[in-house]
């Protein structure tokens, strides 16, 4: 099977990527929750256990919310990062979004 680019660089990285953006509770502006946190836990253990490794993030992604659970998750299982290939995006903005 041929290999994808990244793979060139990355050998170990899966050809399917997660897309973290339901992470974190919604697209709303509600406090995180433990159930989120625990949400993000129960992604990442079924997504290794499927053999994908590599996840998505963006800075706004539930306005913020994905990657601070992710980063939650890492704080609290930090052997996680170890087995894990993250990529992200930064300085998407919302339409109405006022530009400082």
């Known amino acids: 099977m041929p290999r994808l680019p990244l793979q060139n660089v990355l050998p170990n990285v899966s050809s399917l990527v997660y897309g973290c ?3 974190g509770g919604g ?5 995180i929750c433990a159930d989120d946190i625990k949400q993000a836990h129960q992604v990442i253990d079924t997504a290794l256990d499927n053999q994908i490794n590599y996840f998505d993030h963006a800075d706004i992604y539930t306005f913020g919310k994905a990657e ?3 980063g939650q998750v890492l704080k609290q299982q930090a052997s996680l990062r170890d087995k894990l290939y993250l990529q992200t995006k930064c ?6 979004s006022k530009v400082a």
């Open 21 to 23: 953006m339901s992470l």
């Open 27 to 31: 697209w709303n502006n509600n406090a």
């Open 68 to 70: 601070t659970v992710f």
């Open 91 to 96: 300085g998407i903005r919302f339409e109405d």
